[in-house]
Nanobody, 123 residues
Framework: QVQLVESGGGLVQAGGSLRLSCAASGRSFSSYAMAWFRQAPGKEREFVGWIWWSSGSTAYADSVKGRFAISRDNAKNTVYLQMNSLKAEDTAVYYC????????????????WGQGTQVTVSS
């Protein structure tokens, strides 16, 4: 079955960097969009960014544009979220998600989800 396993979360000071990983297994994801979402305490889950596995094209939420970057490693079947210049408001649980028919980056277009990894940014 499809499995998405996130790793790399932790505690970092404001201004620092973290790289999250999402290891995907269970099928070929070559035609999938792989997205990152996050959910801060007391807030709704929000879109962070996505990458189309086949083309490598990416898009990001305005709140992270210029600070975050998504990439993929085909050989490792892994997607990465590089987070730089972290701010306290980036504190959240970060989720990896996969969707084959994702036209828009909304949760309902992503049937497969990881368990999430906590990122805490101290100010």
């Amino acid at each position: 079955q499809v499995q998405l396993v996130e790793s790399g979360g932790g505690l970092v000071q404001a201004g620092g960097s973290l790289r999250l990983s999402c290891a995907a297994s269970g099928r070929s994801f070559s035609s999938y969009a792989m997205a990152w979402f996050r959910q801060a305490p007391g807030k709704e889950r929000e879109f962070v960014g996505w990458i189309w596995w086949s083309s490598g094209s990416t898009a990001y939420a305005d709140s992270v544009k210029g600070r975050f970057a998504i990439s993929r490693d085909n050989a490792k079947n892994t997607v990465y979220l590089q987070m730089n210049s972290l701010k306290a408001e980036d504190t959240a649980v970060y989720y990896c998600a996969a969707g084959a028919s994702a036209v828009t980056p909304t949760e309902r277009n992503f049937p497969f989800w990881g368990q999430g990894t906590q990122v805490t940014v101290s100010s």
